[in-house]
């Protein structure tokens, strides 16, 4: 079992630009969080989708950001026109979570830390 | 608003020491309080947690402590060594909403 794989691990994009960052949840969950780490911020949540549907993304900003869980493949965490203050560590987890269960144990990836020049 | 209110932002204990984090939240729809620890260059992994209809956890030298009146609850490391050096994430969730709230956290430092 790989875990939660994140990919890149390291992003360098030109104000502007798109970024995409990618995670392959563990296998058998089927939730995937996404976090966003600055330093002395914390973890703060972002969205919470399950393959297809959105659950929460009370977190996520309302321009520029957007992800998806699709069928198939890895969740994906876009940002576009990236601006210096994106630059942080974002971080991936996943979950075998019973919905309302509330008691998801997440296991994070390495996450992908994304420089804005 | 911050929902999960985590302290000291940094620690720096004696290896042996008694290392405490505190957190406290003000959601009382919370009833899942987890810790997470987090190493340099890695994602955080889930340390130990709680549920609020008990008062005390363990499990070796962690403890979580939990006053459900106050809304607060803490991490107790015994014993801590340098390679408890990390930082430290309090968390809290609830049945309704399954997004996990996380603390600002807590960078401990372990002196030999």
């Known amino acids: 079992n790989a875990g939660v794989m994140q990919n890149p691990r390291h992003l360098v994009r030109r104000r502007g630009q798109e970024a995409r960052l990618r995670c392959s949840p563990m296998?058998?969950?089927?939730?995937v969080y996404w976090y966003r780490q600055l330093p002395e911020e914390g973890l703060k949540f972002m969205v919470y989708l399950q393959k297809e549907n959105i659950i929460d993304e009370s977190g996520m900003p309302k321009e520029r950001f957007s992800a998806e869980f699709p069928k198939e493949g890895p969740s994906i965490l876009r940002i576009q026109q990236v601006v210096r203050g994106d630059s942080a560590a974002y971080f991936c987890?996943?979950?075998?979570?019973?919905?309302?269960?509330?008691?998801?144990?997440?296991?994070f990836g390495a996450g992908s830390r994304l420089t804005v020049l | 608003q911050q929902q999960v209110k985590q302290s000291p932002q940094s620690l720096i204990v004696q290896k042996g020491g008694i290392s405490i984090i505190n957190c406290a939240y003000e959601n009382t729809a919370f009833d899942y309080f987890p810790w997470y620890q987090q190493f340099p260059g890695k994602g955080p992994a889930l340390l130990i947690a709680i549920r609020p209809d008990v008062s005390e956890k363990k499990e070796g030298r962690f403890t979580i402590s939990f006053n459900k009146s106050a809304k607060q609850f803490s991490l107790h490391i015994m014993d801590s060594q340098p390679g408890d050096s990390a930082t430290y994430f309090c968390a809290a969730s609830g049945r309704r909403d399954d997004k996990i709230i996380f603390g600002k956290g807590t960078r401990l430092h372990i002196l030999p």
């Open positions: 296998k058998g969950h089927s939730h």
């Open positions: 987890a996943s979950s075998p979570v019973l919905q309302g269960s509330g008691a998801n144990v997440l296991t």
